[in-house]
């Protein structure tokens, strides 16, 4: 009797929890909600119902309260709001303690016609195209909404209308794609209540948008206004006035930053009997060099060939850069001793080995010279954003950076930051020596105590607000010394954040997030000079001027065929020679299914240029420059140029008569345009043909790009026909420009 009791009286409990479905409505659509589970079913004006959220596991509901536009509820551990305006749901979750909440189950059947993701640039997930599924499921099954998606959303494609989910709280939330049946895909939400801020609440808004695939990042860019979390390129513009020189530009990565080229030796018998003289520097350098050249000195040839000479130059070079590291890499950083050591070690070359060399220091150099900069104007390019791979190129050569700036060029180097290296590990990275005080002191500290790894299991990952005063230190000596007028701070626009539980700091994502802005702005606005970053996604994007990353970005990260086995017809190389690494001058295949599915034009979307474009100047990634994928350097091009986003290519002085007459021809056609679009928002996007090969990009002043993919010619009406493989620009009130690039295997070698 007493079992029959306590039965029928934990009957009587649940029944008391279980409520019926919130119903929520206007006269654009509807939203029912099981509070219990979240089930959640949408129903567009006219349409049939949408199940979007199957559900999680169902939880007793107390307090439940609604009306027709809002509802709230409690859980055990959680409260809800739902609240509905216009197109606009609003969830919120709030937490008790720490932990992490599966909050959104979404099923295959919600997806509708395809998804709209922001991977990179956009793409677009046809539901009927298994490959995508495929690849979802295989190489991105687990995104960071931060790091893995440049925009915290996603949208569902339903034909009439689309449903678009943002994460306005774009921190601590996970997406994972799984198996749904044997054919479909299934994406689960979650959000962690982080210990460092658990009263920071999980916060989505689903959005009902037109039948406009852009409709979700539309959306999201008008809350990002509202937040005053935008910042215009025409802002930009009038603080920072170099920032004009990056309109029209295209990106180029010069190599061959060395103190010394072939040309500048006179005499090579001559500086190889040097090396082996009693002189200081000589006795310094002869550590440095390996058995092969040692040997190749103590024995050198009346007539060397060019690898005995190259050989020779390289470890030469490599040989002055530890020597010039040596002495301010110590645990003690004293950025003030950094720019001496180049200068004085320079000075000290000219005195022991001048007399082998040319007269002039300040004429010294291969890719870094005051030569290439000549050649590149002679080329034509009048507009440029010059990348070195480190600052100590500056500090050789700080004549030829001015060269480079007195003829109008943005040049700047890549720098680091975010990972702080101990004084034994890895000279060469000379950017993430920081000294032994940040390497402890900054490193971002896990929830067990321990220093996160960094880059690669190196060093420590590091918090930007206690790097900033070596940062601004080190940023400011070098730009003085150098005459460099532009700053590239790798990673810390990518998004990739992380709790830091330090005692003394116990910042959050967000925390850490704000943390890159701050010192971003130190660069752009205190010292007004254009920066850029790797990626620009949204979580990390104010206070920079241009990304690199987002137009072709880092695919089959780990992937063996691609990154370690060098027999494989895929792998991308390696960083050797140092004045031309193979990894960025080697054009490669494009393996399965990176080709098809990657860098199919049916598969891209501008979602991040329908936000950004006239804020952030994008552009590929410095491992994905145009020429690296032969098969598909005409979808690129096109691609590029349909986004109006410019070219990026690597550059060194024996590539410079194959590669600048490609820059030149497509600066013809990309410069005039971007010098009138950059500021102009992205607008529109739609498909002209049923196979989505023909695309058309509308700004907001009304000017249209019309790409044809296709292998045909394509009729858009009596007075405007394109041709294959090519792009016409329609600017109000002007005559029609057409672009035809060409497969152009020769300047890829």
Avoid at 398 to 413: C, R
Wanted: aromatic share 10%; charged share 20%; proline share 6%.
């Amino acid at each position: 009797m007493f079992k029959l009791k306590r039965v029928a009286w934990v009957s009587l409990l649940l029944m008391g929890t279980l409520h019926a479905e919130v119903v929520l409505e206007n006269n654009q659509w509807q939203v029912s909600v099981d509070p219990a589970t979240l089930t959640m079913k949408v129903t567009a004006k006219g349409e049939k119902a949408r199940l979007i959220n199957q559900g999680v596991t169902t939880q007793p509901v107390t307090a439940l309260t609604q009306t027709k536009q809002r509802a709230s509820w409690k859980w055990p551990q959680h409260a809800w709001t739902l609240e509905l305006d216009d197109t606009d749901l609003k969830v919120t979750a709030t937490a008790q303690k720490a932990g992490e909440l599966t909050w959104l189950k979404q099923p295959d059947s919600a997806i509708g016609e395809g998804m709209m993701l922001p991977i990179s640039e956009g793409i677009y997930a046809a539901h009927a195209n298994g490959e995508w599924r495929q690849y979802l499921l295989n190489n991105v099954s687990e995104l960071d909404s931060s790091e893995q998606l440049s925009l915290p959303l996603w949208g569902l494609d339903q034909g009439s209308h689309t449903l678009n989910w943002l994460l306005i709280n774009p921190f601590h939330n996970r997406l994972v794609f799984s198996p749904d049946g044997k054919e479909g895909i299934a994406l689960s939400v979650s959000h962690k209540f982080s210990p460092l801020a658990v009263k920071q609440p999980m916060q989505a808004l689903l959005h009902l948008g037109k039948a406009d695939v852009l409709a979700g990042a539309k959306r999201y860019r008008e809350w990002l206004k509202t937040e005053g979390r935008f910042e215009p390129m025409a802002d930009k513009l009038a603080t920072q006035p170099d920032t004009r020189k990056l309109l029209g530009a295209s990106h180029v990565y010069l190599w061959g930053a060395g103190l010394l080229s072939a040309s500048d030796v006179t005499d090579w018998t001559g500086l190889a009997n040097q090396l082996k003289s009693n002189s200081p520097l000589a006795k310094a350098l002869l550590p440095n060099l390996s058995q092969e050249v040692k040997t190749l000195v103590a024995d050198w040839p009346k007539q060397p060939d060019r690898y005995q000479k190259r050989v020779l130059l390289e470890e030469m070079n490599l040989g002055l850069l530890a020597l010039a590291r040596q002495r301010w890499q110590k645990d003690e950083m004293k950025v003030a001793a950094i720019t001496p050591a180049y200068a004085d070690i320079r000075e000290q070359v000219a005195q022991e080995f001048g007399t082998f060399l040319g007269k002039d220091p300040a004429s010294w150099g291969s890719g870094v010279s005051q030569r290439t900069f000549a050649s590149i104007q002679k080329a034509g390019l009048s507009r440029l954003w010059i990348g070195l791979d480190t600052w100590e190129g500056g500090l050789w050569h700080p004549e030829a950076i001015k060269t480079a700036v007195d003829a109008g060029y943005l040049i700047g180097p890549y720098d680091s930051y975010e990972t702080a290296l101990p004084l034994t590990k890895d000279p060469s990275w000379n950017t993430a020596h920081l000294g032994a005080d940040v390497y402890k002191r900054c490193a971002i500290i896990k929830a067990d105590g321990q220093p996160r790894a960094g880059f690669q299991k190196s060093g420590h990952y590091t918090n930007p607000e206690c790097v900033r005063p070596l940062l601004t230190e080190r940023i400011t000596a070098i730009k003085k010394a150098t005459n460099f007028n532009s700053w590239f701070l790798d990673a810390y626009a990518a998004g990739m954040v992380f709790d830091d539980f330090a005692p003394t700091r116990k910042h959050d994502e967000a925390a850490v997030a704000e943390g890159y802005v701050a010192s971003q702005r130190v660069v752009s606005q205190q010292m007004k000079m254009p920066l850029g970053s790797e990626g620009g996604n949204a979580t990390t994007v104010r206070g920079i001027a241009f990304a690199h990353g987002m137009q072709t970005s880092v695919f089959g990260w780990g992937d063996p065929a691609m990154y370690k086995d060098k027999k494989s017809p895929y792998f991308l190389g390696g960083y050797y020679p140092h004045e031309q690494p193979t990894i960025f001058f080697k054009p490669v295949p494009l393996k399965a299914p990176y080709r098809s599915v990657l860098f199919n034009p049916a598969n891209r979307l501008p979602l991040y240029q329908a936000v950004f474009h006239d804020s952030v100047i994008t552009t590929h990634h410095w491992g994905n420059d145009n020429l690296k994928f032969p098969e598909v350097t005409v979808e690129r091009e096109l691609l590029q140029q349909l986004y109006n986003v410019p070219p990026l290519l690597h550059l060194n002085v024996d590539t410079l008569a194959q590669r600048l007459p490609y820059l030149k021809e497509q600066e013809r056609f990309f410069r005039p345009l971007h010098e009138k679009l950059a500021t102009q928002a992205l607008v529109g996007f739609r498909w002209l043909s049923p196979d989505k090969r023909v695309q058309e990009a509308t700004f907001a002043d009304g000017t249209r790009l019309i790409a044809n993919f296709t292998t045909r010619k394509f009729t858009l009406d009596s007075d405007t026909a394109i041709p294959s493989s090519s792009l016409v620009a329609l600017r109000p009130g002007q005559k029609a420009v057409y672009y035809s690039p060409t497969r152009r295997t020769d300047v890829a070698k």
